[in-house]
């Protein structure tokens, strides 16, 4: 704990340098996600919150365009913001869930939860700070492009690519099951205590 | 190129805090709300902070493999996402609500 302590001292001198010479696009992007991403966590209707996320997934594809993964940006708007957000906006809109329906948590739910996730935030940031700098820099120009992407998903990894398309077919299968209406619904709710334990 | 010299400033430290920091918030998330809705956003939110860190490590060891991951990971996002709401439809539809903590019924 001492040593975690000392390492998380050691990384707030390194703070003190680490922001001077970032350029500012990369600073505000990073600010918007964070702050974003907060707002998800924290706002209390769930539309809002889902707009909030669709936010976030945009500034996290401009955090990919300065990666120099355009592609990678390009999916991500199309698949996240586009596909699976309109989704789960759909269902809010068909369970009308837009109104505050969530019951309050008392204070020691947040408290607890903070404590958990800023305990886990030092000890990845701490885990770095021991691990130091692995990674060489060698960025290879046009990595993030549609050739070279599709030339090693269609070579190297044509099989996983594969079992993620039978992965596909059973989730749509499983939800067309799951959201089809049946006759008799067997009610969640005891109704009365059966015999049957 | 003008991204590339954006680029050439940025250290990879940085966007292992930003994602940590991500992940973390969605964590707590997961942790605090109570909304299945907003829970399975939680978890969304956590693994884009993974494909954030897949993407910055790909880019700066100037190896395609970490991209292809995040393309499974979306893969596996979206064949979560559309389970787990359909689930969810499925108790709201006999419980009326979508609160995760009525769950605990399930047990045996």
Same mark, same amino acid.
Do not use: D, G, H, R
């Given at each position: 704990m001492l040593a975690l302590i000392s390492l998380n001292a050691k990384s707030g001198l390194n703070f003190n340098t680490m922001?001077?010479?970032?350029?500012i696009p990369f600073l505000i992007l990073s600010f918007l996600t964070i702050l974003s991403s907060l707002y998800v966590v924290t706002s209390k209707n769930p539309v809002h919150s889902v707009l909030a996320l669709i936010f976030t997934f945009f500034t996290i594809s401009a955090h990919y365009v300065l990666l120099n993964a355009q592609f990678l940006a390009v999916v991500n708007l199309i698949v996240y913001a586009g596909a699976i957000m309109v989704l789960f906006l759909f269902v809010l809109m068909l369970l009308n869930l837009? /109104?505050?329906t969530e019951p309050v948590k008392s204070n020691w739910w947040g408290i607890a939860a903070s404590i958990t996730a800023g305990s886990m935030l030092l000890i990845i940031t701490a885990a770095f700070q021991v691990t130091g700098?692995?990674?060489? /820099?060698n960025p290879v120009e046009g990595i993030g492009l549609v050739k070279a992407l599709g030339k090693v998903l269609f070579t190297r990894f044509v099989v996983p690519f594969e079992l993620t398309g039978i992965l596909f077919l059973a989730a749509m299968v499983g939800a067309v099951l799951l959201g089809k209406r049946e006759k008799n619904n067997a009610v969640l709710i005891p109704k009365e205590e059966g015999g049957n334990s | 190129m003008s991204l590339l010299s954006i680029f050439n400033q940025v250290e990879i430290s940085h966007y292992i805090y930003l994602s940590t920091v991500l992940f973390s918030i969605g964590l707590f998330g997961v942790l605090f709300r109570r909304n299945a809705i907003i829970l399975l956003m939680c978890i969304e939110l956590m693994l884009n902070a993974v494909n954030l860190l897949f993407t910055a490590f790909s880019t700066y060891m100037g190896d395609a493999d970490g991209q292809i991951f995040v393309f499974f990971i979306m893969v596996v996002a979206a064949a979560e996402a559309a389970v787990g709401l359909a689930i969810l439809v499925l108790v709201y539809r006999n419980t009326r609500k979508t609160d995760v903590s009525f769950l605990d019924q399930l047990k045996g």
């Open positions: 922001f001077q010479n970032l350029p837009s /109104k505050e700098e692995a990674v060489a /820099k | -």
